[in-house]
């Protein structure tokens, strides 16, 4: 699958490595009955992904286990870790893939765009500036 170089930076099409792909469908269909709006939008993002094979991932992709840094609409920045929802922590430093905020930033590279709906349903977006990923360390 190719991608057009048309594509607006928040049309930005997510890029998973297959193993990560695998684990993100189980964890996003185990949550279903817990929280089934994000969850649904997990496995939403998941089906728009271009899944790439084991080791062949950018440096540059935000990925279970990338410290991530963005802005959200360009008035705050943070840096956090997206983690599995079993390894979050009290200080807010690591963020689950399944908080809307987790699922859009996952598969994005710096200067991309991602939206999430808060639990609220007011829109958000955000832009990553800069990921580290231990992977390829």
């Known amino acids: 699958m190719m991608m057009s170089n048309s594509l607006q930076p928040s049309q930005a099409v997510p890029v998973v490595e297959a193993s990560d792909y695998s ?44 410290t991530v840094t963005y802005d959200v609409e360009g008035a705050c ?36 765009r991602g939206q999430w709906f808060a639990r609220d349903g007011q829109a958000n977006e955000l832009t990553v500036i800069h990921v580290i990923n231990e992977h390829n360390a």
């Open 23 to 66: 684990a993100l469908v189980d964890v996003a269909y185990e949550a279903l009955v817990k929280d089934f709006d994000v969850a649904t939008e997990l496995i939403d993002r998941l089906e728009r992904s271009i899944v790439v094979p084991n080791g062949q991932l950018g440096r540059d992709v935000v990925r279970l286990g990338s």
């Open 77 to 112: 920045r943070r840096t956090i870790t997206l983690v599995y929802p079993a390894k979050l922590d009290a200080e807010g430093a690591r963020i689950s893939v399944l908080a809307p905020i987790g699922v859009a930033l996952l598969g994005l590279r710096p200067g991309q």
